[in-house]
Every structure is written in C-alpha cells, then in structure tokens.
C-alpha cells in the first residue's frame, strides 16, 4: 500500500524540519515536499500531488489565508490541515482559516523543553489528522473491534424516548470540523429558543473563548465560554473551556456549570462522555443530545446512558461530517434516533425541543 504523500508549508526552516522528521518517522507518512511560502507551494501542488498539505498561518509574499483560499478554488476536496499558534492572533487566524475552508489544525509546540518532545507532540496530534482526512487508507487498514460491539444494540435499549416527553437541555459534542457544523446548527435556532444548550467542542484553552465570541457574532443567540459558577437559562448557549471537564450541579432550585480538570477520558478534556453522563443524572429522559463531526469515539458512551435513561440521541451524518468518527461510532451502536445531515439538524433540534413542550402543556390541560 502506498504511503499518504504530505506537503508540508512552513517559512521557518526549523519548523519545516520539525515536521518533516516527525512525519517521516511514521512509516504510513512521507514528506512529498516543502515549500517556504504559498506561491511555492501553490506551484508544488502539481508536481507532487500531495495527499494532505500542513499550512502555516503566516508567511512572506503569500500567506497561509491567502494560500488556503487559493487551494480551494483548484482543489476544492484537498484536505489542509492549518498550523497555528496559540496566540490571540493565531487563534482568531485559525477560526478564520476554518470557515474559509481548512479542514482542522494543529498548535505549534510551545514551551515543551525539547526537540525530542516537540517531534512527539506533532506525532500526537498531528499524525491521527493526516491519518484520519484519508477515507482510501482507513480503508486498508485493518479494522479495530467496533466500539459497539461493547455497547447494547438500540434494540435492547432499557429505556426509550416517548413522543411527548419534554427537552429541557440539548447537549451538544463536536471535535473535527466542529466550529463550523456548530455556526451551521446555532445560527439557525431562534433566539428565543426554551431551554438551554450546551457544548463540548474539543479544543485547546484560549480557542474555546474566541469560539463563543465568534458565534456569539453570528447568531442570534447569547454564546459564552462557560464559567465555574455560570447558572444555565433557556435560550443560553454555554461551550466548555479548553482543558477543563464541564458537568452540571444542582444550586437550589438552580442548574450550574462545574469545571474540573479530572484525568482525560478518550484522550480529551474536555471530554464529550464526561459531560453526556453529568446531563443525564441531571436531566435524565428530558435531555436532547446531539453528536456532531469529530474524529474518534468520544460521547458514545455518553450516549448511551442517555438513551438507557429515555432521553434523545441525533448524530450528524456521514455524508455532511468532516470526519464520521464521533457520530458514526454512535450511529453503528444503534444508539441514534435520527442521523440527519447538517442542515436540517437545527430545524429537528427546535421541532422536537418545541414539540415536546407543548405535548406536555396538553396533558396537563386534558388532566
């Protein structure tokens, strides 16, 4: 089987490097090329045919923005993976790069005390990413055992959702391509929307905040990085803060955020599972739960607790989702009451949360 060809975009000679021998030293990767501005690696596309490119952000005479929109219009389905920094500056690059079209990106090491555990870094993160944006090389590999082999098929579910039970909280989880399934979803929901929703897209401090800033910009709803302390209300939109596990309390009659930073769980923190469970012991058969585009398996198991519990699963389908690892892996445990493609997810999120409500308000009428 032949290797993923990588085209590695840096203007820093060390960081070009960097990548090259970290990649190199996977033996599925090979380093195609490099180039040390846009213009070259516009003109390198070509030659080399890549698999997947790395783009830095900023670079002389074109930069990694401008590159990036380039790419698109010559090769709309050539996955780029952005390189950024964890910089106010960077950050907002990053969502920028994001929206225009960049498939997902990956922080440049900083502060990690060698060469040794920078290249190690870059394999953690960077590698799976490569990995992952091509579907031909999943293909070839041989398949791990399914995660639903460990998890009870929808037919033998305990508890299943009633047609009127009522939504009280729509919890949302989201990795890869993320920030912008969630514009998509929320910017389609009404400000007056009647319960709470609230998030764990998985990324790193300081990009959580200027997510809720941006959405909080392209919506009509009220979008915060969640705080300790933080009472949740209907028609708020909460996204968990990079690094920190996010899970419910009950403050008198009040529901407020918690923040932890406990032991990852699917390698994430936050993890998607970590708060999935805190909703359902909170809100049990009256919570929506929606998993979005993101590369593993990360609130599956969630999941299950909710449906067990009687609430409500939906999951993004594979055909609208950057990566369909996060709500395939729902999907094939049986454990999805709807797989909906990205545009029509709101409109079900606002049919079924509004449905429900007005069920029960007949019910007590009829009583």
Same mark, same amino acid.
């Given at each position: ?8 975009? +840096?203007d ?5 490097r960097?990548?090259?021998d970290?990649? $190199?030293? +996977?033996?599925?990767?090979? &380093?195609?090329g ?11 596309i070509?030659?080399?045919n890549? %698999?997947?490119i790395?783009?830095d952000m900023?670079?002389?005479?074109m930069?990694?923005i ?9 090769y709309?389905?050539?996955p780029?993976i ?7 500056r ?5 969502l ?6 960049a498939?997902?990106? =990956? ?8 060469v040794?555990? $920078?290249?190690?870094? &870059?394999?953690n ?6 990995k992952a944006?091509c579907?031909w ?5 041989i398949?791990?055992p399914?995660?639903r ?5 929808k037919?033998? &579910? ?10 009280d ?11 912008? $399934?969630?514009?998509?979803v929320?910017s389609?929901?009404?400000? %007056? ?6 998030? =764990?897209?998985h990324?790193?401090?300081?990009f959580?905040?200027?997510?809720a ?9 009220? &979008?915060?990085e969640?705080k300790?302390g ?11 803060p990079g690094d920190y ?16 930073q ?10 998607v %599972?970590?708060?999935?469970r805190?909703v ?14 993101g ?8 999941c ?12 993004? #389908? ?5 990566v369909w690892?996060m ?7 049986g454990? $999805? #009451? ?8 709101? %409109?079900e999120? =606002? ?8 069920a029960r ?7």
């Amino acid at each position: 089987m032949r290797k993923i060809r990588v085209l590695v975009v +840096d203007d820093s000679t060390v960081i070009r490097r960097l990548l090259t021998d970290s990649l $190199a030293s +996977d033996p599925d990767l090979e &380093v195609a090329g490099t180039a040390a501005n846009g213009k070259i690696a516009l003109a390198k596309i070509p030659q080399i045919n890549p %698999d997947v490119i790395t783009l830095d952000m900023e670079m002389p005479e074109m930069d990694g923005i401008t590159t990036l929109v380039e790419i698109r219009k010559l090769y709309p389905k050539l996955p780029v993976i952005m390189f950024s920094t964890l910089t106010q500056r960077g950050v907002e690059a990053t969502l920028n790069a994001l929206a225009k079209g960049a498939n997902d990106y =990956v922080t440049k090491p900083a502060n990690v005390g060698s060469v040794t555990a $920078a290249m190690q870094n &870059v394999r953690n993160e960077l590698v799976p990413k490569i990995k992952a944006f091509c579907p031909w090389f999943a293909k070839c590999q041989i398949a791990k055992p399914p995660l639903r082999a460990s998890i009870q098929p929808k037919s033998s &579910v305990q508890s299943k959702p009633s047609e009127s039970s009522r939504i009280d909280i729509v919890a949302i989880g989201s990795s890869t391509g993320g920030p912008n $399934a969630l514009q998509a979803v929320l910017s389609k929901i009404p400000a %007056d929307f009647p319960v709470p929703i609230v998030i =764990v897209q998985h990324m790193p401090p300081v990009f959580t905040k200027h997510l809720a800033d941006r959405l909080h910009q392209l919506t009509s709803l009220t &979008v915060v990085e969640a705080k300790r302390g933080d009472t949740i209300f209907p028609g708020g939109v909460w996204i968990a803060p990079g690094d920190y596990h996010m899970t419910l309390s009950r403050v008198g009659t009040s529901v407020q955020v918690d923040l932890n930073q406990g032991t990852p769980e699917n390698s994430c923190r936050p993890a998607v %599972d970590v708060w999935f469970r805190s909703v359902n012991e909170m809100f049990g058969p009256n919570v929506l739960s929606v998993v979005l585009t993101g590369m593993g398996q990360d609130g599956a198991r969630g999941c299950e607790a909710i449906r067990n519990a009687g609430g409500r699963v939906f999951a993004q #389908d594979e055909e609208t989702s950057v990566v369909w690892g996060m709500p395939g892996a729902v999907a094939q445990a049986g454990l $999805a #009451d709807k797989i909906l493609p990205l545009d029509k997810i709101a %409109d079900e999120i =606002v049919r079924e949360t509004v449905q429900g409500r007005k069920a029960r308000i007949l019910e007590k009428v009829g009583t």
